[in-house]
């Protein structure tokens, strides 16, 4: 049969088992290495995650520090706006009635303009009808023709240029108020 005794089979056997284990166990080893290589690398990550959990944890609180602080300031502006347009809201109430008091007057300034050209009083002249001078021609007619005076001026009174004064001040000064309003009413239209 075999000239090898079992014996030197066995043993045959048990080398190349041998030789295997130490083959697994050297693969086994360069594994072991390679995942103690990743475990350092795995704590050095942590440790960085760590110190990264850390300042963010200090940033939270900063940011909540600062969203507590500008809720507080951005509450106190919100209330001095309100105040503020509630003021303004008013002196815009306040600008209406005065433009409207102003525009009375320049209303009734220019009826009493109108009024005083229409009708001069306390001058001397008496005012003609339509019907009138129709009947100076036909009157004149029979006369010789004379020649041409030239009409006087009528006399003013001092009192009547101060009014004609004071109307014209109170024109100019109604006509620099309603401009002026108007250009707060554009202002505070393109502000809304």
């Avoid at 000239?3 to 190349?16: H, K, N, Q």
């Avoid at 693969?27 to 690398?41: G, S």
């Avoid at 507590?68 to 509630?86: F, I, N, P, W, Y």
Wanted: charged share 25%; hydrophobic share 40%.
């Amino acid at each position: 049969m075999s000239t090898l005794p079992i014996g030197m089979i066995i043993e045959g056997l048990v080398a190349v088992l041998l030789l295997i284990t130490i083959g697994y166990c050297w693969m086994l080893n360069r594994r072991l290495q390679r995942l103690r290589a990743d475990e350092e690398v795995l704590r050095a990550t942590i440790s960085e995650l760590m110190t990264a959990t850390e300042i963010a944890e200090r940033a939270i609180l900063g940011l909540k520090t600062t969203a507590s602080e500008a809720d507080k300031v951005l509450g106190t502006r919100l209330k001095q706006a309100e105040t503020m347009s509630g003021n303004l809201a008013e002196q815009v109430g306040e600008g209406e009635k005065i433009f409207t008091r102003i525009t009375q007057i320049a209303e009734a300034a220019r009826a009493a303009s109108t009024h005083q050209q229409a009708a001069p009083q306390g001058d001397g002249y008496a005012v003609r009808s339509p019907a009138e001078p129709a009947a100076y021609t036909q009157h004149t007619a029979a006369y010789p023709a004379q020649p041409a005076q030239p009409v006087p001026e009528p006399v003013t009174h001092e009192p009547e240029r101060k009014r004609a004064s004071r109307t014209a001040d109170i024109r100019s000064a109604a006509a620099e108020a309603t401009a002026r309003l108007e250009q707060f009413r554009r202002r505070n239209g393109a502000a809304a």
